[in-house]
Structures are given as structure tokens and as C-alpha cells.
């Protein structure tokens, strides 16, 4: 994160995080669960190391706001969360209460409402629910097609069948619910759906919940989590990010003025509208796709993100934009 400030001056960085949760026997064997999960133990970790290496933690009006009055920082860090998993209530507000850091969580507002059943992406259309059903069976049955599912190698290959499936449907009729597509691939298996909304979807009342702490600021990660470069409407463009504020602003009694890329693909047919709604909007990587840290010149709608994963510490694996590796 340490240049010369005689190429462009730093103003910090944004760390990215999906899932805080503790490890589970049912994910083991699923590569998704790996790449978006961190545990908080790894969560608390970090942050002590990066108080401890003298770095501060900022909301993400005061890093704005430092950044456009010049007083930005090479050792200032936002963490931003995106999707609207529950257990960043459970697990990681408490870490952040413990250690009074800010945070933004940018929720998916189909996600809070329905759950499995209408947001868009894949995971999160009942990935979670997928994984305990294979996980509790020797052999499974996808589509009329029987996998052996003893092992945690055969576990992996029959959840990615299935999900090469789902994600084929999906691909053509991208309006079908998540709910009936698992149905019909896997009839036979008891779904509850309603239980794996309630435990693993954080709820209106522990959004507004955490929204009353000073250190918690909730902003918009769309509406369906559509990748908004696939949507060719302008008016389907403009409910993705009206819809989602207009809800998330009932919800929370309060304004809603940050926003977050579905998948973090900054997507320009979108900006004028982005900038219509919100007051910054984060994606992953800079405006040049290759860097991730955070310079005094950037567009506040193209925040660059450091994606968090366990084993990879944010503080040495930020990539910074070729002009400054000098």
C-alpha cells in the first residue's frame, strides 16, 4: 500500500468481504464457500495486525471526506461487505462493536425480501441449502442422474453437476425462481426454505438493528444482484437501483446513499444513473482494471476493492495501477 507520493498521492484502501461465518463440515468440500467465507476468527485477526501495523479504520463518508479535503491516508481502510448474509450480524458486528471499526454493508434488497427464491445469483439461490443436502446423502440424484456422493471428492463433483445445471437454466431464463429450478433438478429432497431464509438472511429488524450503531452505514447492492451490464432496459436498469433504495430506505427510516456493483463489474451504461441515486458507488479493481488501491484522483463511482480471503493478508496483497510501481 506504500508508494511515493511524488507519482499520485494514496488515499487507503477498501477492503471487500462476503461471508463471515465459522467453518462447517456441510462446505468443506465447496470451493464457493472458500472464496467468499472468512472466519471471524481470521476476521478479528486481521484487523488487530492491521491496527498493530499503525493502519485506521474509517467509515466510508469520513475516507470521502478526508480524500476530498487532501487529508486521505495511505494507512486508511474502509471495510465494505457485500450481499446481506445474516451472519455478519451474528459474527462479524460483534468483532466490529469489539474493535469499534466501521463498516458498510451493501445488501442485495430482493435477497432481504425473498431470500433463495428471486435473487439472481447463484449462490445465493440456494447454493447454502444445496450443499447440506449432498452433504447428508451417500449417493444423489440430479435431474434423473445418479452421483456417488460418499467421499468429499465425490460431494465436490456432484454440487458442481448440479450447479453446471442450475446455472445453465438460469442462463436462458434468467427470470425462473432459483426455488423451482432446485425443485425440479432435485425432486425427492425436502427443501425448507423458509428455514434457510431465517437463518441465513439477515432480516429488516437486524438491518435496522445494526444501522443504529454508529460504526454500521447500510448502502445498496442492487435489487436482484443481476450483473447490470446484462440488463439492456434502461427502465429495468433504473428499478436495480430505485427499487433497491427505495426499500432498503423504508426499512431503515434513514437515507441510503452508497451503492455497490453486483459481482463488483462497474458497468458505464449504468454510471449516470449510479450517480443520479448515490454519492459513490464500489466495484472491484480501479477505472484502469488494474489496481486496487485507492488514488487521490479516482472517481468516487469506482471504488477499487481488496477481496479478503483467508490465508491472504489485505495489507500485502493490494495491487497497485503500473503508473505507481515505480
Known amino acids: 500500500m506504500k508508494v511515493s507520493e511524488s507519482i499520485q498521492k494514496i488515499d487507503g484502501a477498501l477492503w471487500m468481504l462476503h461471508r463471515v461465518a465459522p467453518d462447517r463440515p456441510e462446505t468443506v468440500f465447496q470451493k464457493v464457500d472458500q472464496e467468499t467465507r472468512i472466519t471471524p476468527e481470521y476476521l478479528e485477526k486481521l484487523i488487530v495486525e492491521a491496527k498493530e501495523a499503525g493502519y485506521r ?41 469489539k474493535h469499534q471499526v466501521p463498516f458498510v454493508f451493501y445488501v442485495a434488497s430482493d435477497f432481504i425480501q425473498f431470500g433463495f427464491e428471486h435473487c439472481k445469483r447463484p449462490e445465493l439461490d440456494g447454493g447454502q441449502l444445496a450443499m447440506d443436502i449432498i452433504y447428508h ?31 445453465r437454466i438460469k442462463r436462458f431464463k434468467p427470470w425462473a425462481s ?50 447490470l451490464f446484462k440488463i439492456f432496459l434502461r427502465t429495468h436498469l433504473r428499478r436495480e437501483l430505485s427499487e433497491s433504495q427505495q426499500f432498503l430506505e423504508k426499512v431503515l427510516g434513514e437515507k441510503v446513499e452508497h451503492f ?28 484502469s482494471h488494474e489496481g486496487d488501491v485507492y488514488c487521490a484522483g479516482d472517481d468516487d463511482y469506482i471504488l ?19 503508473a505507481l510501481r515505480k
Open 57 to 97: 479504520f474509517l467509515s466510508l463518508d469520513q475516507f470521502l471526506a478526508n480524500k476530498h479535503a487532501g487529508k486521505g491516508s495511505e494507512k486508511d481502510i474502509v471495510v465494505t461487505i457485500d450481499d446481506g448474509y445474516r451472519d455478519i450480524y451474528q459474527y462479524a458486528w460483534p468483532i466490529f462493536e
Open 137 to 167: 446423502h451417500q449417493n444423489f440424484e440430479i435431474g434423473g442422474k445418479k452421483y456417488p456422493a460418499a467421499s468429499l471428492e465425490e460431494k465436490a463433483a456432484c454440487f458442481n453437476a448440479l450447479w453446471k445445471k442450475f446455472k
Open 178 to 227: 432459483g426455488r423451482k429450478l432446485l425443485q425440479n433438478l432435485l425432486p425427492g429432497y425436502e427443501m425448507d426454505f423458509a428455514k434457510y431464509k431465517a437463518e441465513y438472511v439477515c432480516s429488516p429488524e437486524e438491518l435496522r438493528e445494526m444501522n443504529r450503531s454508529p460504526l454500521c452505514t447500510i448502502g445498496s447492492h442492487a435489487k436482484s444482484h443481476t450483473p
Open 260 to 287: 455497490s456493483y453486483p459481482y463488483g463489474s462497474y458497468c458505464k451504461k449504468v454510471d449516470g444513473l449510479v450517480r443520479r441515486y448515490y454519492k459513490s458507488a464500489a466495484a472491484v479493481g480501479s477505472a
Open 304 to 322: 477499487p476493492r481488496v477481496h479478503v480471503k483467508t490465508g491472504l493478508n489485505p495489507l500485502t496483497q493490494v495491487k497497485m495501477p503500473a
